[in-house]
T-cell receptor, first 117, second 112 residues
Framework: AQKITQTQPGMFVQEKEAVTLDCTYD???????LFWYKQPSSGEMIFLIY??????QNATEGRYSLNFQKARKSANLVISASQLGDSAMYFC??????????????FGRGTQLTVWP | NAGVTQTPKFRILKIGQSMTLQCAQD?????MYWYRQDPGMGLKLIYY???????DKGEVPNGYNVSRSTTEDFPLRLELAAPSQTSVYFC???????????FGPGTRLLVL
């Protein structure tokens, strides 16, 4: 079974608008972490935001916020006031903290975000 | 502080050739990882290391080998390259397993 599911292959948003990128996850580990990474066309992986499974509040980092709904196992990324430079591939990832995987990240297939003027 | 560095940036190999992808980090991180990213896909773990002298297999280890003789370096060896190994390879590191992983710029490998 897929550990991370991103159902939106592509999303379009107008500059200055907000956009939500969906992510659902599957784990039986009670202790886990959720991440979002940005991959621009240049190819590097840029860390954006992190949410721990025991965190009570949704994580925020500047224009990025993570809408964490534990019961639904979803960890959607919200980008407010989109900018042209936000155009990139976005990956959701999960890390389980128990078991033998020792911190490896499970990645979704990504969502290609295009911001238009 | 250069973070995670990878060399080369791009390489073309012929089927059956071998090569080593270099990865180094200057953050004194204990954990290091190698991932591959196939077109249109997320990253998959090849090998990881929790410290010098300790390595273990990830999800897709076949056709690869690693070593970790120092904290800083974590090279990935491809033996007998195959077209299926055409991919982008990312090295990552973190202080421990609960910390954020930081990625290198990637190595684009083409096997013909």
């Amino acid at each position: 079974a897929q550990k991370i599911t991103q159902t939106q292959p592509g999303m379009f948003v107008q500059e200055k608008e907000a956009v939500t990128l969906d992510c659902t996850y599957d784990t039986s580990d009670p202790s886990y972490g959720l991440f979002w990474y940005k991959q621009p066309s240049s190819g590097e992986m840029i860390f954006l935001i992190y949410q721990g499974s025991y965190d009570q509040q949704n994580a925020t980092e500047g224009r990025y916020s993570l809408n964490f709904q534990k019961a639904r196992k979803s960890a959607n990324l919200v980008i407010s006031a989109s900018q042209l430079g936000d155009s990139a591939m976005y990956f959701c990832a999960m890390r389980e903290l128990r078991g033998s995987t020792l911190g490896r990240l499970y990645f979704g297939r990504g969502t290609q975000l295009t911001v238009w003027p | 502080n250069a973070g995670v560095t990878q060399t080369p940036k791009f390489r073309i190999l012929k089927i059956g050739q071998s090569m080593t992808l270099q990865c180094a980090q200057d953050m004194n991180h204990n954990y290091m990882y190698w991932y591959r990213q196939d077109p249109g896909m997320g990253l998959k773990l090849i090998y990881y290391s929790v410290g010098a002298g300790i390595t273990d297999k990830g999800e897709v280890p076949n056709g690869y080998n690693v070593s970790r003789s120092t904290t800083e370096d974590f090279p990935l060896r491809l033996e007998l390259a195959a077209p299926s190994q055409t991919s982008v390879y990312f090295c990552a590191s973190s202080w421990d397993r609960e910390e954020t992983q930081y990625f290198g710029p990637g190595t684009r490998l083409l096997v013909l």
